[in-house]
């Protein structure tokens, strides 16, 4: 009888929950706009790039950063090479090939385990560089732009990924101030199933050159800090190291 009496609890809190979610998605998930693409949008999209300095984040070599303190970074971008490490793994990583070196705890890594840790390293610098600085990517191939006015009445910058990265079909609608600067965006993303959900962009941190990344987010009204610990320049002597990791590739 006990057990029963378990079990009918067990299944009216998952009743509860079930209709819970169901309400949820209904009062907060929103339909993904349809905007209007060509040069004003172009335009708008330029001034969010040049309000982040786009041009200094370009001429930018070496960035070194943590993701939530899990990820750890260090980024060669004109070489197209990312060190990704977490755990006791380290991942020598081509970004062009996804192709590269594992070790684990110091020792080298073969095999299936390799392919594995090398497909983990790319979903992660896809999805953690993204955050670092997604601005400048607003006119990277495969990506429409587009002017749309949000439900509460708000111009706003769509940003939607046709192709490219892990998440194909993702789509963000940025909200600017005067100068271009983010300060909010909505999502419609694969990864969650309500769409309109949000954050802010703050914390915003200007690196050497003057490219500007943000931080920290608000979401839900809790302050979230994602990028941290970032290092930036044209050699990895600015970033704090004393030899090329690299230098093997």
Same mark, same amino acid.
């Given at each position: 009888m006990?057990?029963?009496?378990?079990?009918?609890?067990? $299944?009216?809190?998952?009743?509860? @929950?079930?209709?819970?979610?169901?309400? *949820?998605?209904?009062?907060?998930? #929103?339909?993904?706009?349809?905007? #209007?693409?060509g040069?004003a949008?172009?335009a708008? *999209?330029?001034?969010?790039?040049?309000?982040?300095? !786009?041009?200094?984040?370009? #001429?930018?070599?070496?960035?070194?950063?943590?993701?939530?303190?899990m990820h750890?970074?260090?980024?060669?971008?004109?070489?197209?090479?990312v060190?990704?490490?977490?755990?006791?793994?380290?991942?020598?990583?081509?970004?062009?090939?996804?192709? !590269?070196?594992?070790?684990?705890?110091? @020792?080298?890594?073969?095999?299936?385990?390799?392919?594995?840790? @090398? *497909?983990?390293? /790319?979903?992660?610098?896809?999805?953690?560089?993204? /955050?670092?600085?997604? =601005?400048?990517?607003?006119?990277?191939?495969g =990506?429409?732009?587009?002017?749309?006015? &949000?439900?509460?009445?708000? #111009?706003?910058?769509? =940003?939607?990924?046709?192709?490219?990265?892990?998440?194909?079909?993702?789509?963000?609608?940025?909200? @600017?101030?005067? &100068?271009?600067?983010?300060?909010?965006?909505?999502?419609?993303?694969?990864?969650?199933?309500? +769409?309109?959900?949000?954050?802010? /962009?703050? +914390? /915003?941190?200007?690196?050497? $050159?003057?490219?500007?990344?943000?931080?920290?987010?608000t979401?839900? $009204?809790?302050?979230?800090?994602?990028?941290?610990?970032?290092?930036?320049?044209?050699?990895?002597? %600015?970033? +704090?190291?004393?030899? %090329?990791?690299?230098?093997?590739?």
């Amino acid at each position: 009888m006990r057990m029963k009496k378990i079990l009918k609890i067990l $299944g009216i809190i998952l009743v509860v @929950l079930l209709i819970g979610a169901v309400v *949820a998605f209904f009062v907060y998930n #929103e339909k993904e706009p349809i905007g #209007e693409t060509g040069a004003a949008a172009d335009a708008l *999209a330029q001034k969010m790039v040049d309000a982040v300095d !786009g041009k200094a984040w370009e #001429e930018t070599t070496w960035v070194r950063w943590s993701f939530m303190d899990m990820h750890h970074y260090v980024w060669n971008k004109k070489r197209d090479l990312v060190r990704v490490s977490w755990d006791n793994y380290e991942v020598l990583l081509n970004t062009k090939t996804q192709e !590269g070196t594992v070790t684990e705890a110091g @020792l080298e890594i073969t095999g299936a385990d390799k392919k594995d840790k @090398l *497909a983990s390293a /790319w979903e992660y610098f896809c999805n953690d560089s993204y /955050w670092l600085n997604p =601005v400048v990517k607003a006119f990277d191939p495969g =990506v429409e732009r587009s002017l749309v006015t &949000t439900k509460d009445g708000q #111009e706003g910058l769509k =940003v939607k990924f046709q192709s490219g990265g892990t998440t194909p079909g993702d789509s963000y609608v940025w909200l @600017l101030d005067e &100068t271009g600067l983010p300060q909010h965006w909505k999502m419609w993303v694969n990864i969650i199933p309500l +769409g309109g959900i949000g954050n802010s /962009w703050e +914390g /915003w941190q200007e690196l050497p $050159g003057g490219a500007k990344i943000s931080t920290t987010h608000t979401v839900m $009204g809790k302050s979230v800090q994602l990028i941290d610990h970032v290092e930036a320049g044209m050699s990895f002597a %600015d970033i +704090g190291l004393t030899e %090329d990791p690299f230098a093997s590739l």
